[in-house]
C-alpha cells in the first residue's frame, strides 16, 4: 500500500506540474516579453527533469529568449552555462559564466562552477583565481579554500595548499578532516617534511579509527626513507593486506605496498624477500616502470634484474585488464577520493627513493551542479 501510494502521490506531482507548466506557457502567449515568466517556466521545466527525460532540452528555447530581451540577464548566463554543462561543453559553460560574471562580479555562482570547469579543463592557475574570488564573496565557505588547495597542489604549489587545507581542518566544518590530514600529510612528505607528515598521519588516524590502506602505505613510505625499517615494514605489510569491511575504501593498488616491501628488504639485506616482494607487485598489476630506476636499486645493483623480471612476467587476462586500468591511473593521475573529488597524485611515491623529485598532483572536481537554479 505504501508503494501505491508513493506512486500514486509521485504522479499527481508530475501532473502537477505539467498543469503549472501550460499555465505559465498560456500567460507567455499573451506577454511574451516578460522575462519572469520564461524563468517560472525553466524552473518548472527543471523540477518535471527529474522525472520526465528530456525537459531539460526545453529550456534551451526559454534563456534564448531571455536573453534576446534582455542581453544583461546575468541569470540567463548563468542557467546557460548549466545547460552547456548537461551536454558536457566545458568551453560552452566557461563562456557563459564569464558573461554571467562580467555582467555582476559578485555573482557566487558562476564564479565557483566556473573553477570547477577550469580544472576540469587543466587550466589550474585560472581555477585557483575562481576559487579566490569564491572565497572573498563568501569567507565562510570553507569548502572553498579545499577546492583552491586541489588547484594549488595541480601548480605544485604545496606551501599554499596546506595552509588552505589546514583552515579547513582548524574551522572543524571540513567534509573529511582525517582525509585532509592525510593530504597535508603527503604534501609534506613531498617538501621531505617527514617527521612533519608522520605527525599529520597519526592525527588522520585518530580522527578516523577505520583501518585506511592509503594512510598505511603513506606511513611505510615515510618511515622507510628515513630509514626506520622495522616500523615501515610493519605499515607497508598491513597495506599490502586485503581490508576488512570496517576499512576505508582503498585507493591505492595492493602493487605500491609489495613493490616498496621490495625496496626495503634490499636496505635490509634481503635479497631474496625482495625478490619476492617484486614479483608479488608484478602480479597485483604494478605498472610504474619508471620506478624500477630508483636509487636504491642503483644501490644493489638489481635495476637489470628487475627490469628482466617485469619483462618476462606474464599476466592473466584479468591482471592485464586490471594493469590496462592502473597504467591509466598513473598516466592521467587520477583517482578517486572520499569526498566525490577526483585527486591525481601521479607517480606521487616515487618521492620516497628520489628526494630531488616532487610529487606531481593534479586535481579535477567532478562535482555536479546541475538543477541549480537559484540565485
Given at each position: 500500500?505504501?508503494?501505491?501510494?508513493?506512486?500514486?502521490?509521485?504522479?499527481?506531482?508530475?501532473?502537477?506540474?505539467?498543469?503549472?507548466?501550460?499555465?505559465?506557457?498560456?500567460?507567455?502567449?499573451?506577454?511574451?516579453?516578460?522575462?519572469?515568466?520564461?524563468?517560472?517556466?525553466?524552473?518548472?521545466?527543471?523540477?518535471?527533469?527529474?522525472?520526465?527525460?528530456?525537459?531539460?532540452?526545453?529550456?534551451?528555447?526559454?534563456?534564448?529568449?531571455?536573453?534576446?530581451?534582455?542581453?544583461?540577464?546575468?541569470?540567463?548566463?548563468?542557467?546557460?552555462?548549466?545547460?552547456?554543462?548537461?551536454?558536457?561543453?566545458?568551453?560552452?559553460?566557461?563562456?557563459?559564466?564569464?558573461?554571467?560574471?562580467?555582467?555582476?562580479?559578485?555573482?557566487?555562482?558562476?564564479?565557483?562552477?566556473?573553477?570547477?570547469?577550469?580544472?576540469?579543463?587543466?587550466?589550474?592557475?585560472?581555477?585557483?583565481?575562481?576559487?579566490?574570488?569564491?572565497?572573498?564573496?563568501?569567507?565562510?565557505?570553507?569548502?572553498?579554500?579545499?577546492?583552491?588547495?586541489?588547484?594549488?597542489?595541480?601548480?605544485?604549489?604545496?606551501?599554499?595548499?596546506?595552509?588552505?587545507?589546514?583552515?579547513?581542518?582548524?574551522?572543524?566544518?571540513?567534509?573529511?578532516?582525517?582525509?585532509?590530514?592525510?593530504?597535508?600529510?603527503?604534501?609534506?612528505?613531498?617538501?621531505?617534511?617527514?617527521?612533519?607528515?608522520?605527525?599529520?598521519?597519526?592525527?588522520?588516524?585518530?580522527?578516523?579509527?577505520?583501518?585506511?590502506?592509503?594512510?598505511?602505505?603513506?606511513?611505510?613510505?615515510?618511515?622507510?626513507?628515513?630509514?626506520?625499517?622495522?616500523?615501515?615494514?610493519?605499515?607497508?605489510?598491513?597495506?599490502?593486506?586485503?581490508?576488512?569491511?570496517?576499512?576505508?575504501?582503498?585507493?591505492?593498488?595492493?602493487?605500491?605496498?609489495?613493490?616498496?616491501?621490495?625496496?626495503?628488504?634490499?636496505?635490509?639485506?634481503?635479497?631474496?624477500?625482495?625478490?619476492?616482494?617484486?614479483?608479488?607487485?608484478?602480479?597485483?598489476?604494478?605498472?610504474?616502470?619508471?620506478?624500477?630506476?630508483?636509487?636504491?636499486?642503483?644501490?644493489?645493483?638489481?635495476?637489470?634484474?628487475?627490469?628482466?623480471?617485469?619483462?618476462?612476467?606474464?599476466?592473466?587476462?584479468?591482471?592485464?585488464?586490471?594493469?590496462?586500468?592502473?597504467?591509466?591511473?598513473?598516466?592521467?593521475?587520477?583517482?578517486?577520493?572520499?569526498?566525490?573529488?577526483?585527486?591525481?597524485?601521479?607517480?606521487?611515491?616515487?618521492?620516497?627513493?628520489?628526494?630531488?623529485?616532487?610529487?606531481?598532483?593534479?586535481?579535477?572536481?567532478?562535482?555536479?551542479?546541475?538543477?541549480?537554479?537559484k540565485e
Amino acid at each position: 500500500m505504501l508503494c501505491a501510494g508513493l506512486l500514486m502521490s509521485g504522479c499527481n506531482h508530475k501532473k502537477h506540474l505539467e498543469s503549472q507548466i501550460a499555465e505559465i506557457s498560456d500567460r507567455i502567449k499573451e506577454d511574451s516579453t516578460n522575462v519572469d515568466l520564461f524563468f517560472q517556466r525553466i524552473d518548472l521545466y527543471g523540477k518535471l527533469a527529474l522525472t520526465k527525460p528530456g525537459m531539460i532540452e526545453r529550456e534551451i528555447p526559454d534563456v534564448e529568449r531571455i536573453l534576446q530581451i534582455d542581453p544583461r540577464s546575468k541569470r540567463a548566463y548563468f542557467i546557460k552555462g548549466l545547460l552547456a554543462l548537461d551536454k558536457d561543453n566545458n568551453t560552452g559553460a566557461i563562456a557563459a559564466f564569464s558573461r554571467a560574471i562580467a555582467i555582476d562580479s559578485s555573482y557566487y555562482n558562476p564564479v565557483s562552477i566556473r573553477a570547477i570547469c577550469y580544472s576540469d579543463a587543466g587550466k589550474f592557475d585560472s581555477a585557483a583565481d575562481d576559487w579566490s574570488r569564491a572565497i572573498a564573496l563568501k569567507p565562510g565557505e570553507i569548502i572553498n579554500y579545499e577546492l583552491r588547495a586541489n588547484s594549488f597542489i595541480a601548480l605544485g604549489q604545496y606551501e599554499r595548499a596546506i595552509a588552505d587545507l589546514r583552515k579547513g581542518i582548524a574551522s572543524g566544518d571540513t567534509i573529511d578532516a582525517s582525509s585532509d590530514c592525510l593530504l597535508v600529510g603527503e604534501l609534506s612528505a613531498a617538501m621531505n617534511k617527514n617527521q612533519e607528515a608522520l605527525i599529520l598521519f597519526d592525527k588522520s588516524a585518530q580522527l578516523d579509527r577505520r583501518i585506511n590502506p592509503q594512510l598505511l602505505f603513506m606511513e611505510g613510505v615515510v618511515l622507510f626513507r628515513i630509514k626506520n625499517f622495522q616500523q615501515s615494514q610493519s605499515f607497508l605489510e598491513k597495506a599490502a593486506v586485503i581490508p576488512d569491511s570496517s576499512a576505508k575504501p582503498r585507493y591505492i593498488s595492493f602493487a605500491m605496498p609489495h613493490y616498496y616491501l621490495s625496496l626495503l628488504y634490499l636496505e635490509m639485506g634481503d635479497r631474496k624477500k625482495a625478490l619476492e616482494q617484486f614479483d608479488l607487485a608484478l602480479s597485483n598489476g604494478f605498472c610504474d616502470f619508471d620506478l624500477l630506476a630508483n636509487v636504491t636499486l642503483k644501490k644493489h645493483k638489481l635495476v637489470a634484474e628487475f627490469r628482466r623480471r617485469a619483462s618476462v612476467f606474464v599476466p592473466s587476462k584479468e591482471m592485464r585488464e586490471k594493469r590496462t586500468i592502473l597504467k591509466n591511473i598513473v598516466e592521467r593521475g587520477y583517482a578517486l577520493s572520499q569526498d566525490e573529488h577526483i585527486l591525481a597524485w601521479g607517480r606521487q611515491l616515487e618521492i620516497a627513493v628520489e628526494p630531488t623529485k616532487q610529487a606531481e598532483y593534479q586535481t579535477l572536481c567532478g562535482v555536479c551542479f546541475r538543477q541549480i537554479r537559484k540565485e
